[in-house]
């Protein structure tokens, strides 16, 4: 019966520490990198209140920056991880998009108005209820390599003989907090 008991107490207790994560998951981006699936998910931070996606409203237009990763062995959040810049938009139409794969020792980048030509497609955002939706296609994104601290990322450059990856992506989730 003590047994039984302990064994009960444990499992219970590994149970309630498993559901403390301070990141509670908002949503998830399913990416193609180079004919490879990923599944990264976005969190909202519930020790400081910190929302991986933030919607800015200006006067005529919105932006929205985004980051997607998973949680380490820690329980914070880890590489890969992959982060956006979309906007201005207006509507469901989006001047722009930007974005970063990041590993732990690369960054891949891609914007809609360079050589890279990353585009933006459906994009969908519920001011409402932070409902928020996208899907784009990266067919050549650049590779940028780390020199520096690996505590900052934005210590990249571009390598002399770089790799070229196609990225495209699909996120469904919810903006926790909007500017």
Same mark, same amino acid.
């Given at each position: ?6 064994? &009960? &107490? ?17 949503? +998830? ?5 180079? /004919?490879? %699936?990923? +599944?990264?998910?976005?969190?909202? !931070?519930?020790?400081? %209140?910190? !929302?991986?996606?933030?919607? +800015? ?14 949680? /380490? !062995? ?15 938009? &207006?509507? !469901? &139409? ?8 990041? +590993? ?16 933006? /497609?459906?994009?969908?955002?519920d001011e409402a209820t932070g409902e928020l939706s996208f899907s784009f296609n990266a067919p050549e994104v650049v590779e940028m390599i780390r020199t520096g601290s ?18 495209? /992506? ?10």
């Open positions: 019966m003590t047994t039984a008991f302990l064994a &009960t &107490t444990l499992i219970a207790t590994s149970a309630c520490g498993q559901g403390s994560s301070r990141f509670e998951e908002t949503g +998830t981006l399913t990416l193609e990198i180079n /004919g490879q %699936s990923h +599944t990264l998910h976005t969190y909202f !931070d519930t020790e400081k %209140s910190r !929302d991986n996606i933030q919607i +800015t409203n200006l006067p005529t237009m919105k932006m929205i920056s985004f980051r997607a990763s998973e949680l /380490g !062995d820690d329980g914070n959040p880890a590489y890969p991880r992959f982060s956006a810049n979309i906007g201005p938009y &207006t509507g !469901d &139409t989006a001047d722009e998009l930007t974005f970063e794969w990041f +590993t732990k020792d690369s960054m891949f980048f891609a914007n809609s108005n360079s050589r890279t030509n990353g585009q933006i /497609g459906e994009l969908s955002y690996a505590n900052n990322d934005s210590n990249y450059h571009p390598p002399k003989d770089g790799r070229i990856i196609s990225i495209s /992506g699909n996120y469904k989730g919810k903006a926790v907090s909007s500017k």
